[in-house]
């Protein structure tokens, strides 16, 4: 049985504020904790501050890519949404940045550090995208579908990878010693390494729930060959079990259950299955492997942050 393409009425693209402002935030920290390896005066910066000021610009970056509708055409190419993308963060890292710096050394440090923030936040721009592409893929299918659950899924995961990433970004700080002013060293080593931890068992947590999600497909899929496409047009019934129809998310196709003999002359049919199997495994199968990548991020920035820990542990007990 091969489904027909069908219109799919997706559901909305969800906010980018959310996700934003957790990567910013993780960005912000470990970015000013990271610079002091090479910067004196990062040094000196709480890192308090460009946390929270990272964090709110990211968020309204955020929404600024979400709200852009020019972003999400389709006929818009790939070399264009990238140079948008890295203005917009540009921009916000600029005004971190100048924010951190005016408030740590006034109207001299406003236009050094703006610089300094549109040039960290140029080094995200990856990230950015990624995180970008994951959550206007995770409005293709409807609200509260099997294929909507796992995009958003996709969507926290590599947010998570985000997080890991930024916590590895101060290693060279750690192998150097140039520690922040403002921390414990142990307690910098400490922030990465539960950052990259920490994202690292979130990541394996969501991909145990996928596999759960993914057998209960299957088991739908296993049952394909005793449905029928419901006709179009034509009075459904409600499912017998008083239960909502499963909802695969892609594809308009009805799956029905006969519910009596004389189904091909009263039309009538008990609908318990919506949308195209094939491409709900297509899905299925995509935001396994994006996770995944997600996965050898976090491990790698896992990795990273506990070799340079090994390394200098004795420099600073």
Not at 2 to 21: G, R
Not at 244 to 273: F, M
Not at 294 to 300: D, F, K, P, Q, R
């Amino acid at each position: 049985m091969q489904p027909k393409d069908e219109p799919n009425e997706p559901s909305v693209m969800p906010s980018l504020a959310k996700p934003f402002a957790i990567f910013g935030a993780a960005a912000g920290l470990f970015a000013i904790l990271g610079m002091g390896a090479f910067r004196e005066p990062a040094r000196e910066v709480s890192p308090l501050a460009p946390m929270i000021v990272t964090a709110a610009a990211a968020a309204v970056a955020g929404e600024v890519l979400r709200r852009w509708r020019r972003l999400h055409d389709q006929a818009l190419a790939r070399e264009a949404l990238v140079l948008w993308v890295a203005i917009v963060t540009g921009i916000a890292g600029a005004a971190s940045g100048g924010v951190v710096g005016f408030v740590t050394w006034g109207p001299d440090g406003f236009f050094k550090f703006a610089l300094g923030g549109a040039a960290v936040a140029l080094a995200f721009v990856p990230s950015c995208l990624v995180v970008f592409d994951a959550a206007r893929r995770a409005g293709r299918a409807r609200h509260g579908s099997l294929v909507a659950a796992t995009d958003r899924r996709t969507v926290t995961s590599t947010v998570l990878a985000g997080v890991a990433f930024a916590g590895a970004t101060s290693v060279p700080a750690v192998l150097s010693a140039n520690t922040s002013d403002a921390l414990p060293p142990l307690v910098q080593v400490g922030l990465s390494l539960a950052a990259c931890l920490g994202s690292t068992i979130a990541i394996v947590l969501l991909q145990r729930r996928d596999r759960g999600a993914r057998a209960a497909l299957e088991a739908h899929a296993a049952q394909m060959h005793w449905l029928e496409r419901a006709p179009e047009g034509e009075e459904i019934l409600a499912s017998s079990s008083a239960e909502q129809p499963i909802d695969l998310g892609l594809g308009g196709d009805r799956w029905a259950r006969t519910s009596d003999a004389t189904y091909r002359s009263s039309a009538r049919s008990d609908v318990v299955l919506k949308g195209s199997m094939e491409s709900a495994i297509a899905a299925f199968d995509e935001c396994a492997l994006r996770r995944h990548r997600s996965l050898i991020v976090a491990a790698c920035g896992l990795t990273a942050v506990c070799v340079s820990c090994a390394l200098r542990l004795t420099v600073f007990l």
